[in-house]
């Protein structure tokens, strides 16, 4: 078997034995993830990772002794720190063809983009938004973001893509928990942080009526109102927002409902109750969501639906001369999804989700999602049954945060639970973050995990405890 190019290996049978080993390295790895905690990083690691140092044939050898073992934890079924994906067996799959095929899924006419749009069109369905939305797969929700808001923009101001924003006061909406994603889309947009209004939350969701005033008070100032940013799913503690009410103000103040679903839009599989969290989420004019977190496929892999594919296109089409399209041939296809988003140059992602959806079924999701939900509500029971221990805040969705020494003064509970999420993380026995409530730093979980078992989160909270005694 000969080589074919400058770059191919000189010898495939050769590369065939090493391929496969690195396989199988990956598979064990996913297979024992439970026996593979994350681990500090040793000092030396990045100038064992100098380039040019090794001998080029021991490659595998090398990634299974000096690249797997340091992975960031969230492949162990007791990670839930931050809100990150586990990870599936259908990645590794993924991987190997996408890379075979090598798509470029900015345009023409091939089958990655086909796949692309097939499963756009599941999510679309799987949201609930009718035929004739658009979507285009993103880095994650960050950038999905920036789309979405540019779109709003675009339909705000229509000739903004000519002439910018003159000195237009764009302003947007959101509720106090809004995740970070919102304001720096905005600032990128040179619309400035700002011109985000943080509107007060009532029992956990956006306040209509402190909304509405804030309009109204914005609009006599001179501003130009465009956007409101309702979650589903705040990263702290798992709330959502009403998004029927935000979707019937937006609809009677003329504004673009974006809705943050990075992780809570998939609620949308769970059952009740935690399916009715994201209800109205269909009215949304955009949505941003994640399959890397909360569908567990590999990073990265986010989405962003758009109810109007008008809108969506009118904000980002542009085909220079030598992008034409054509009737037929490689320039053929439609839609490009150059056409949708800000890269032109792009991989397929969706081959991830397309490989996760055909070998586990949409009902292996769901399962797994609900699973999760349970598994929060079970951890709060739990931390709700032990001395010293203490909930921070109900839990609504898969997000749980407790103080282990309730006993004591804030300041000193934020000490000890700073110290516990340390040590267990470096001992390996749980990964919880910590998060700030009322001036309290208390440990959460988030579990975005396909791994966690039930006893899982009994040994976990044991381990708080145990740790308790030591810090
Ligand atoms: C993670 C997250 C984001 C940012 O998404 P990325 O995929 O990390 O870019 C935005 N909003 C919420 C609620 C998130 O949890």
Redesign the pocket.
């Known amino acids: 078997m000969e080589k074919n190019g400058i770059l191919d290996p000189d010898d495939w049978g050769a590369f065939r034995v090493e391929a496969r080993r690195m396989l199988d390295a990956a598979i064990s790895q996913m297979q024992v993830a439970r026996d593979r905690p994350w681990q500090p990083v040793p000092e030396d690691l990045e100038a064992r990772y100098a380039i040019g140092q090794a001998d080029q044939g021991d490659l595998v050898a090398r990634l299974v002794e000096e690249v797997l073992p340091h992975h960031g934890g969230n492949i162990h079924p007791r990670f839930w720190g931050w809100?990150q994906g586990t990870g599936l067996a259908s990645d590794l799959i993924a991987g190997m063809a996408a890379a075979a095929v090598n798509a470029n899924c900015g345009g023409r006419d091939h089958g990655a983009n086909r796949m692309e749009r097939a499963v756009i069109d599941w999510t679309r369905q799987a949201m609930g938004f009718a035929e004739g939305a658009s979507g285009v797969f993103t880095?994650?929700?960050?950038?999905a973001?920036v789309l979405a808001f540019q779109a709003a923009r675009v339909r705000a101001v229509p000739d903004l893509r000519q002439s910018g924003q003159g000195d237009r006061r764009l302003t947007a909406y959101a509720g106090a928990g809004v995740?970070n994603?919102t304001l720096k889309a905005l600032e990128l947009l040179g619309i400035g942080s700002q011109n985000l209004r943080r509107v007060p939350l009532r029992d956990g969701q956006m306040d209509p009526q402190a909304l509405r005033a804030m309009l109204a008070e914005d609009r006599a100032a001179g501003a130009m109102p465009f956007l409101i940013v309702g979650?589903a799913?705040?990263?702290d503690l798992g709330l959502f927002d009403d998004l029927n009410a935000l979707a019937d103000l937006a609809a009677a103040e003329g504004l673009w409902l974006h809705v943050?679903g990075?992780?809570?839009a998939w609620t949308r599989l769970a059952e009740p109750p935690w399916r009715g969290l994201s209800d109205g989420i269909v009215r949304a004019d955009s949505l941003?969501l994640?399959f890397?977190?909360w569908m567990y496929v590999g990073y990265?892999c986010?989405l962003v639906l758009m109810r109007d594919a008008a809108a969506h296109r009118a904000a980002f089409a542009a085909r220079p001369s030598y992008l034409a399209g054509a009737e037929a041939g490689l320039a053929g296809g439609e839609p490009w999804f150059c056409d949708y988003g800000i890269d032109l140059s792009r991989g397929n992602r969706a081959i991830k989700v397309w490989c996760a959806l055909e070998m586990f079924g949409a009902a292996a999701f769901a399962a797994a999602i609900t699973d999760n939900c349970r598994q929060a509500a079970q951890m709060a029971a739990q931390v709700e049954a032990r001395d010293g221990f203490a909930l921070m805040h109900p839990v609504v969705s898969n997000i749980c945060v407790f103080t282990a020494a309730a006993e004591e003064t804030p300041e000193r509970q934020s000490q000890i639970n700073t110290q516990i999420a340390m040590a267990l993380q470096l001992t390996g026995s749980a990964v919880f973050s910590t998060t700030d409530v009322a001036g309290t730093t208390c440990l959460r979980a988030a579990i975005t995990n396909h791994r966690t078992r039930d006893e899982d989160i009994t040994a976990a909270l044991d381990a708080v405890q145990e740790m308790r005694l030591r810090v």
């Not at 880095?139 to 950038?143: A, F, K, P, R, Y």
């Open positions: 809100v880095s994650g929700t960050s950038q973001t995740h994603a979650t799913g705040s990263v943050d990075a992780f809570g941003a994640d890397h977190k990265d986010g």
